[in-house]
């Protein structure tokens, strides 16, 4: 399909876009995928640039162009030579300045209203040698959603890495166990088996439906958290917080779930704090009182967009070899999304947002809709076009409330070409959402990384703390019950 070119050039390789990538190149859905990362050490900006040469651009869609087809117009990826320096971004910042976060905040939040130059690979990094309260530096990676989803992108940028206690060694990243099979009679798993495909059916039947009038007519309710229309145009702003992951684990076993269901409780618990705080404000006098009671409005319909990986999961090992040997690991947007509703009230005791979001996430797997939903927006696409396809995603995004996700990342301290990570802080922007909750587990921390439209949540550091402090309120519950005991060793 491509030619030959001599010199330093390299081999040019045609591939058509997937209907994803055509999809994120629509005006409603022109996402990028932030990752910050933070490092303990001031930034050698030679040996990044050498390890990026060896490691990222060879990755075939980080040194391809996204060029129109002549005959039809279709877009195509088409390999390229790429210079490093042209995607290497190092500002002259004053190393002294007054308020380093808020100036990492700010210029962060500036990238968003700008855009990649698409005559060249259609992503950057911003080096900023600018010591805050985590860490020494701090990098930036911008990438175009089109190149791929937040799940594989964050495994190819852990593929750059390697642990700090050895430099050759890949990350290492838990793994979920296999359920033990059941010791119950032939008979009884039967059963059990038939019951659990009555309900998937039953589920995905109502989801599907429950999608489709979302596109249609069904909107969330309007909460000072629901973006206005244009939203995914306007300047977000990114702040994160670390909690601590053992916490996270010591509910997580003592009510016998997952990590997933803790942290969702987490971010129901401390959404329904800031909103009741957010619906109490008024005459100063009365705020203390206020925020002591329920001034929650009954009956809201807050809706999450729960992104699923639908792939299964890409190992680094072998995102690393694609890199050094051009291996066809599976790469590009495969993910599903799932209306998830989420709880917004006060309860008595904070051990119910968790019991309640386990009920809705074991609901949710029991449903093929993050699957429905990937391969209806793929036949859309092919059939009618991306912005038919864009416009009835797009209804879906805008009449819901905000964007869910979270990624497992290394149980080990590793370093970012020889620069050791303090923490990771991925997002994403673009979509029409005003809130966007990521958490990103990372050695025994927890990132709560929160993307904002800030007129929409003026206080984005006000919301970080209302979900650090559920946590807290939810461990305290588990330890006052006895249900676990806070010096656990894990």
Same mark, same amino acid.
Request: aromatic share 8%.
């Given at each position: 399909?491509?030619?030959?070119?001599?010199?330093?050039?390299?081999?040019?390789?045609?591939? /058509?876009?997937?209907?994803?990538?055509?999809?994120?190149?629509?005006?409603?859905?022109?996402?990028?995928?932030?990752?910050?990362?933070?490092?303990?050490?001031?930034?050698?900006?030679?040996?990044?640039?050498?390890?990026?040469?060896?490691?990222?651009?060879?990755?075939?869609?980080?040194?391809?162009?996204?060029?129109?087809?002549?005959?039809?117009?279709?877009?195509?990826?088409?390999?390229?030579?790429?210079?490093?320096?042209?995607?290497?971004?190092?500002?002259?910042?004053?190393?002294?300045?007054?308020?380093?976060?808020?100036?990492i905040?700010?210029?962060?939040?500036? $990238?968003?209203?700008?855009?990649?130059?698409?005559?060249?690979?259609?992503?950057?990094?911003?080096?900023?040698?600018?010591?805050?309260?985590?860490?020494?530096?701090?990098?930036?990676?911008?990438?175009?959603? #089109?190149?791929?989803?937040?799940?594989?992108?964050?495994s190819?940028?852990?593929?750059?890495?390697?642990?700090?206690?050895?430099l050759?060694?890949?990350?290492?990243?838990?793994?979920k166990?296999?359920?033990?099979?059941?010791?119950?009679?032939?008979?009884?798993r039967?059963?059990?088996?038939?019951?659990?495909?009555?309900?998937?059916?039953?589920?995905?039947?109502?989801?599907?439906?429950m999608?489709?009038?979302?596109?249609?007519?069904l909107?969330?309710t309007?909460? *000072?958290?629901?973006?206005?229309?244009?939203?995914?145009?306007?300047?977000?702003?990114?702040?994160?917080?670390?909690?601590?992951?053992?916490?996270i684990?010591?509910?997580?076993?003592?009510?016998d $779930?997952?990590?997933?269901?803790?942290?969702?409780?987490?971010?129901?618990?401390?959404?329904?704090r800031?909103?009741?705080?957010?619906?109490?404000?008024?005459?100063?006098?009365?705020?203390?009182?206020?925020q002591?009671?329920?001034?929650? *409005?009954?009956?809201?319909?807050?809706?999450?967009?729960?992104?699923?990986?639908?792939? /299964?999961?890409?190992?680094?090992?072998?995102?690393?070899?694609m890199?050094?040997r051009? #291996?066809?690991?599976?790469?590009?947007?495969?993910?599903?999304?799932?209306?998830? /509703?989420?709880t917004?009230?006060?309860?008595?005791? *904070?051990?119910?947002?968790?019991?309640?979001?386990?009920?809705?996430?074991?609901?949710?797997?029991?449903?093929?809709?993050?699957?429905?939903?990937? &391969?209806?927006?793929?036949?859309?696409?092919?059939? &009618?076009?991306?912005?038919?396809?864009?416009?009835?995603?797009?209804?879906?995004?805008s009449?819901?409330?905000?964007?869910?996700?979270?990624?497992?990342?290394?149980?080990d301290?590793?370093?970012f070409?020889?620069? *050791?990570?303090a923490?990771?802080?991925?997002?994403?922007?673009?979509?029409?959402?005003?809130?966007?909750?990521?958490?990103?587990?990372? $050695?025994?921390? $927890?990132?709560?990384?929160?993307?904002?439209?800030?007129?929409?949540?003026?206080?984005?550091?006000? &919301?970080?703390?209302?979900?650090?402090e559920?946590l807290?309120?939810?461990?305290?519950?588990?330890?006052?019950?006895?249900?676990?005991?806070?010096?656990?060793?894990?």
């Amino acid at each position: 399909m491509g030619k030959a070119i001599s010199g330093e050039s390299m081999v040019e390789v045609e591939e /058509p876009l997937s209907p994803a990538a055509r999809l994120f190149q629509t005006r409603q859905f022109n996402c990028y995928i932030i990752a910050i990362i933070g490092c303990k050490t001031v930034f050698n900006s030679n040996v990044i640039k050498a390890g990026l040469e060896h490691t990222l651009i060879k990755h075939p869609r980080f040194s391809s162009l996204m060029v129109a087809d002549k005959m039809g117009g279709e877009m195509r990826w088409i390999r390229t030579k790429v210079n490093v320096e042209d995607h290497i971004i190092i500002p002259n910042v004053d190393p002294n300045m007054g308020s380093p976060d808020q100036f990492i905040e700010s210029y962060i939040s500036n $990238m968003t209203k700008t855009h990649l130059d698409d005559s060249k690979p259609l992503w950057d990094i911003h080096l900023l040698n600018v010591k805050t309260s985590e860490a020494e530096s701090t990098a930036i990676f911008r990438i175009h959603h #089109s190149i791929g989803d937040g799940m594989s992108i964050m495994s190819l940028v852990l593929a750059c890495t390697r642990k700090t206690s050895d430099l050759n060694a890949l990350p290492t990243i838990p793994t979920k166990k296999r359920q033990r099979s059941s010791n119950s009679g032939r008979f009884i798993r039967l059963v059990s088996y038939i019951w659990f495909v009555l309900q998937v059916i039953c589920n995905t039947l109502v989801d599907v439906v429950m999608f489709i009038a979302t596109s249609a007519f069904l909107r969330d309710t309007r909460t *000072p958290l629901k973006g206005a229309p244009g939203v995914e145009l306007s300047p977000k702003w990114f702040v994160h917080k670390t909690i601590s992951l053992d916490d996270i684990k010591l509910v997580k076993n003592a009510m016998d $779930m997952t990590i997933n269901d803790v942290i969702l409780g987490v971010t129901q618990a401390g959404l329904s704090r800031y909103l009741n705080r957010q619906y109490g404000e008024g005459n100063a006098e009365e705020d203390a009182a206020k925020q002591k009671r329920n001034n929650l *409005p009954r009956k809201l319909r807050f809706r999450a967009a729960l992104i699923f990986n639908i792939r /299964p999961s890409m190992a680094i090992e072998a995102l690393a070899d694609m890199m050094e040997r051009k #291996s066809k690991t599976k790469w590009g947007n495969y993910i599903g999304y799932a209306l998830l /509703p989420i709880t917004i009230a006060l309860r008595d005791d *904070p051990l119910d947002y968790v019991r309640e979001a386990k009920a809705m996430v074991d609901r949710k797997k029991r449903s093929l809709e993050a699957k429905c939903t990937f &391969l209806s927006a793929k036949c859309i696409v092919n059939l &009618l076009g991306a912005k038919v396809a864009a416009a009835l995603s797009y209804r879906v995004f805008s009449n819901t409330t905000m964007s869910f996700s979270n990624v497992v990342g290394p149980v080990d301290e590793i370093s970012f070409y020889g620069h *050791p990570m303090a923490y990771l802080a991925p997002s994403v922007y673009g979509h029409p959402h005003a809130l966007t909750v990521h958490f990103q587990s990372y $050695m025994n921390m $927890m990132t709560i990384s929160l993307a904002v439209d800030r007129d929409a949540v003026p206080d984005p550091h006000q &919301l970080c703390n209302d979900l650090a402090e559920s946590l807290k309120l939810i461990k305290d519950a588990v330890v006052k019950k006895g249900l676990a005991q806070e010096s656990v060793q894990w």
